[in-house]
C-alpha cells in the first residue's frame, strides 16, 4: 500500500514540475491580465515559448515594435497568418515583414475578450509596456 501511495506522489510531483515549466510566470497580476496569462500558457506557449522566447513562432519581446497599436495586434491575432495574408496583405507589423510561418488563428476559437488579453498579456511581459498601458490600449 505505501508504495502506491509513493509512486503517486512521485507521479503529481513530477506532473507538477512539468506543468510549471510550460506555464508563463504566475505572479498575481490584474484580472485581464492574468485571464492573458492563463490563455497564453494554454494555447500560445507551445509555438512562442513560456516566456515569450520564442521557438517555432517569434520571440515576442519585439511585439511593440512589430504591432505598435493593439488593434493591429489583436487582428493579427484573431486572423492568423493565412487568413491575414488573404485579407490584409503579404506583409504585417510595423516593419511590413513578409507573412511567413503558420500563425492559426483564434478568432473562431476565442472571444474577442480573450484575444485582448492575450495580446494585453504578450505585451506587458514579454515587450516591456506597463500593465496600465497594456491594459488601456488593448481595451482589455
Not at 60 to 78: K, R
Not at 81 to 99: D, F, L
Request: charged share 20%.
Amino acid at each position: 500500500m505505501r508504495g502506491r501511495r509513493g509512486g503517486a506522489l512521485a507521479a503529481a510531483v513530477l506532473f507538477s514540475f512539468g506543468l510549471s515549466g510550460c506555464a508563463p510566470e504566475a505572479e498575481p497580476l490584474d484580472p485581464s491580465l492574468d485571464a492573458g496569462r492563463e490563455t497564453y500558457g494554454r494555447l500560445c506557449h507551445s509555438c512562442h515559448g513560456a516566456s515569450g522566447e520564442g521557438g517555432v513562432g517569434p520571440n515576442l519581446n519585439g511585439v511593440l515594435a512589430t504591432f505598435p497599436d493593439c488593434d493591429t495586434h489583436i487582428e493579427w491575432i484573431s486572423l492568423g497568418s493565412e487568413r491575414w495574408a488573404a485579407e490584409v496583405g503579404p506583409t504585417y507589423g510595423a516593419a511590413n515583414k513578409p507573412v511567413t510561418g503558420v500563425m492559426p488563428s483564434f478568432a473562431g476559437t476565442l472571444s474577442e475578450e480573450q484575444i485582448r488579453q492575450v495580446a494585453a498579456f504578450e505585451r506587458f511581459r514579454y515587450a516591456g509596456a506597463t500593465g496600465e498601458d497594456a491594459l488601456s490600449s488593448c481595451d482589455a
